[in-house]
């Protein structure tokens, strides 16, 4: 398929719509679905670290009794307090946490993945397929999903993009320096998010550039060794070094925590969360066996969330067993179906199979991890949307620029967006809406406690119960800054002797507000 460079304003605007449309969209399921509160583990601890972050420190210090402030995959160790996971999600979404917006940082970086999209797409192959591509990733479920969380996937699809775009317009041999540079600052921040996803995105390009240099060199006589080096060299040495510089936010996000820069800091919750197999990775030893297993499920359902397009309706039993299960999706998803049409007509151009390579990378080096993924969709699957989007929007785009009147396009066009209208409205609101109060996560105990508040006056909430879990006060820890200087700060007295004490002695100022819990459940005392 050829790339042709001309002006295409009408689908400039569509490709503006369609990023204005992922921004709006996004918003109104992080309102309407999540409201805007954490309902996973994973998003309580990126929340408080982006909170610690926003409060100009890395860590903090363990307030006592801490057990009376935990929250989950929050880490205490050595007199500090952090979260498990890499800083480069949390950095980002304490952007939001400072103008008080959390949610608005993946519903921006939602929009700005659509744009990237649709320019790749274009090209790479043409204005048709960016913007067909642009439209599937703007109303794909899993994206639609994923964008309204505090769940750093949304930020790594985004810098994976911006990382596939970049390394294209250096290929293309113009400014191949200042590419280099913004494809190293992309992959960096995929690793400082999404470490594991960033080496199945790299995977193919590192293969790629070592086989291109190797030919390149055979190919040249001695006096072109100053402009291989140029041209070929001097943007790859750009890019890995910039990588390798982002990288290293890493370890010295954990040299702050724990003192030792190379501390795996998952396993400090559990210690066999790690990438790998045998004994000691994952709860009773990783093999690839139960990797290809993980995968097969989490594809099953992949093959659905995608798109959005299988055979037959999501009903209450399907919205329970995404709710409960994680094994194979009982209908049969049909998203890949235009991806081998897209295979077929984009064959003979490299970028289709580096493209191709890109999920393909991302399953295989997540069978090396030892869970799959299915609530929140098949999210460790998510950065290789950009890629499908674009092959799958290659037979569309190829019908499309062969209809011949311009009346019997734009119909076409209309049917194609009416289309993702009826998805949006059989498959993806029913989907999404299952994770509705998700966890117990949501906004009426929050409002419980404000219609218990004595005028502007500060609150306290104490949770008293031995076993309790996360999920009886979850909401009112979303609300709880990390440095305890909130509207309202709750705070778990777990009846260990001397806990509530200190937790009083510590607010004397405080409304006290009080709740009884047991496992899951919370009671607000009378």
């Keep these: 398929m050829s790339i042709r460079h001309r002006s295409f304003p009408l689908l400039q605007l569509l490709a503006?719509?369609?990023?204005?449309?992922?921004?709006?969209?996004?918003?109104?399921?992080?309102?309407?679905?999540?409201?805007?509160?954490?309902?996973?583990?994973?998003?309580?601890?990126?929340?408080?670290?982006?909170?610690?972050?926003?409060?100009?420190?890395?860590?903090?210090?363990?307030?006592?009794?801490?057990?009376?402030?935990?929250?989950?995959f929050v880490v205490d160790y050595n007199g500090n307090r952090f979260g498990k996971y890499t800083p480069g999600w949390p950095a980002l979404l304490a952007v939001g946490v400072v103008f008080g917006q959390p949610w608005a940082v993946n519903a921006f970086l939602a929009g700005i993945t659509v744009a990237l999209v649709y320019r790749l797409g274009r090209e790479v192959f043409n204005a048709?397929?960016?913007?067909?591509?642009?439209?599937?990733?703007?109303?794909?479920?899993?994206?639609?999903?994923?964008?309204?969380?505090?769940?750093?996937?949304?930020?790594?699809?985004?810098?994976?993009?911006?990382f596939l775009y970049a390394y294209w317009r250096m290929e293309r041999g113009r400014q191949p320096l200042k590419w280099g540079i913004i494809a190293g600052a992309a992959l960096g921040l995929v690793v400082i998010n999404r470490p594991l996803t960033a080496i199945g995105v790299a995977a193919p390009f590192v293969i790629w550039s070592n086989i291109r240099l190797i030919k390149s060199f055979f190919q040249m006589v001695e006096s072109e060794s100053r402009r291989f080096v140029m041209e070929h060299l001097r943007p790859l040495i750009a890019l890995g070094a910039v990588t390798?510089?982002?990288?290293?936010?890493?370890?010295?996000?954990?040299?702050?925590?724990?003192?030792?820069?190379?501390?795996?800091?998952?396993?400090?919750?559990?210690?066999y969360d790690q990438v790998g197999f045998g004994e000691g990775y994952g709860?009773?030893?990783?093999?690839?066996?139960?990797?290809?297993?993980?995968?097969?499920?989490?594809?099953?359902?992949?093959a659905a969330d995608l798109y959005g397009w299988q055979l037959g309706a999501i009903t209450p039993e399907l919205q329970q067993h995404l709710l409960t299960e994680g094994d194979y999706w009982p209908l049969v998803g049909l998203s890949w179906i235009l991806l081998p049409f897209g295979l077929a007509i984009g064959w003979q151009r490299r970028w289709t199979w580096l493209l191709a390579a890109v999920p393909l990378a991302l399953v295989v080096v997540h069978l090396a991890y030892w869970i799959g993924s299915q609530r929140y969709s098949t999210r460790y699957y998510f950065e290789g949307l950009t890629a499908l989007s674009i092959l799958s929007a290659l037979p569309l785009a190829w019908l499309w620029r062969r209809i011949p009147d311009n009346l019997i396009r734009g119909l076409w066009g209309l049917g194609f967006f009416v289309f993702l209208l009826y998805i949006l409205y059989t498959y993806t609101t029913p989907r999404i809406s299952a994770l509705y109060r998700f966890n117990q996560?949501?906004?009426?105990?929050?409002e419980a406690v404000q219609a218990r508040r004595d005028g502007d006056r500060p609150v306290l909430v104490v949770v008293t119960g031995r076993d309790v879990r996360w999920r009886a006060f979850g909401s009112l820890m979303a609300v709880t800054s990390p440095y305890l200087d909130s509207e309202i700060v709750v705070a778990w007295d777990n009846l260990t002797p001397g806990?509530?004490?200190?937790?009083?002695?510590?607010?004397?100022?405080?409304?006290?507000?009080?709740?009884?819990?047991?496992?899951?459940?919370?009671?607000?005392r009378d």
């Excluded at 390798?244 to 954990?254: H, K, Q, R, T």
């Excluded at 040299?255 to 919750?269: E, M, V």
Aim: hydrophobic share 50%.
């Design 16 to 72: 503006l719509a369609l990023v204005l449309v992922s921004f709006v969209m996004s918003a109104l399921v992080s309102r309407l679905v999540f409201e805007r509160l954490p309902h996973l583990e994973d998003e309580v601890a990126y929340l408080y670290q982006a909170k610690i972050f926003a409060g100009g420190h890395l860590v903090i210090e363990s307030p006592q009794p801490r057990r009376a402030y935990w929250q989950p």
């Design 128 to 162: 048709e397929t960016g913007v067909i591509a642009g439209a599937l990733t703007a109303f794909s479920p899993m994206a639609l999903l994923l964008n309204a969380t505090l769940m750093g996937h949304t930020a790594a699809l985004c810098f994976t993009t911006l």
């Design 244 to 271: 390798v510089l982002i990288s290293a936010a890493i370890p010295i996000f954990n040299y702050a925590a724990t003192g030792d820069p190379t501390t795996n800091l998952y396993t400090l919750i559990w210690s």
């Design 283 to 302: 709860r009773n030893g990783h093999t690839l066996e139960k990797g290809i297993r993980h995968a097969r499920f989490d594809l099953s359902l992949m």
């Design 441 to 446: 996560i949501g906004q009426p105990q929050i």
């Design 499 to 524: 806990v509530r004490e200190q937790i009083l002695a510590r607010f004397p100022d405080r409304q006290v507000i009080e709740i009884d819990a047991a496992g899951n459940e919370a009671t607000f």
